[in-house]
């Protein structure tokens, strides 16, 4: 029973390049967060979406970030135009279904080093 | 405007002993709390929760304890073993929203 796959692990842009980030959820699982670390912070929230909807993209900033979570397929974290303070590790969760509590269950991360 | 935080970025143990971690929040509207584990290079592991309703939450060399008068939690690890040394993260959640809020973490590092 694979846990929650992200890809790539490391991930190295240039200013003004765009960076995708991927999110495979545990089996079973139809909830997907995610959480951006910068270093020597604690995990912030971005997003959460379920198949094909955005429930709450609260955390996200407005401007050059996006996130889908389409019907087939990974979850998908998009930042256009990156720029330096970008850079940080992306974690993505899962959880099976949006009861009173569920354990959120994190992925190995992507670390995305913006030059 | 930090809600969850940890005063303690490390904290050394010798093995064997009791490791005790610490973590204070500001809204009293969360009502669950949690703690994850993390490794160098990997994501953060769920270890253990308490609701707001009780005081302690036991679960093996693990114990949690919420003093809600006192805005304060703490995660109690004993015997401490080699591989309980990673950071540690409390998280708060508040009823009915789904959104971790999170400290800045500890270091645990247990001495053999």
């Known amino acids: 029973n694979a846990g929650v796959m992200q890809n790539p692990r490391h991930l190295v842009r240039r200013r003004g390049q765009e960076a995708r980030l991927r999110c495979s959820p545990m089996?079973?699982?139809?909830?997907v967060y995610w959480y951006r670390q910068l270093p020597e912070e604690g995990l912030k929230f971005m997003v959460y979406l379920q198949k094909e909807n955005i429930i709450d993209e609260s955390g996200m900033p407005k401007e050059r970030f996006s996130a889908e979570f389409p019907k087939e397929g990974p979850s998908i974290l998009r930042i256009q135009q990156v720029v330096r303070g970008d850079s940080a590790a992306y974690f993505c969760?899962?959880?099976?279904?949006?009861?009173?509590?569920?354990?959120?269950?994190f992925g190995p991360g992507t670390r995305l080093l913006v030059l | 405007d930090q809600q969850v935080k940890q005063n303690s970025p490390s904290l050394s143990v010798q093995e064997g002993r009791i490791s005790i971690l610490n973590c204070d929040y500001t809204?009293?509207?969360?009502?669950?709390f949690l703690w994850y584990k993390k490794y160098p290079a990997e994501g953060p592991t769920f270890l253990i929760s308490i609701s707001s309703i009780k005081d302690k939450n036991e679960d093996g060399r693990f114990t949690v304890f919420l003093n809600k008068s006192a805005k304060h939690l703490s995660l109690h690890i004993v015997p401490s073993q080699p591989g309980d040394s990673a950071v540690y993260f409390c998280?708060?959640?508040?009823?009915?929203?789904?959104?971790?809020?999170w400290g800045a973490g500890t270091k645990l590092i247990i001495k053999p």
């Open positions: 809204n009293s509207m969360f009502d669950y």
């Open positions: 969760a899962s959880s099976p279904q949006r009861t009173e509590r569920e354990t959120q269950y």
């Open positions: 998280a708060a959640q508040q009823d009915s929203n789904y959104q971790l809020i």
């Open positions: 089996k079973g699982h139809s909830h």
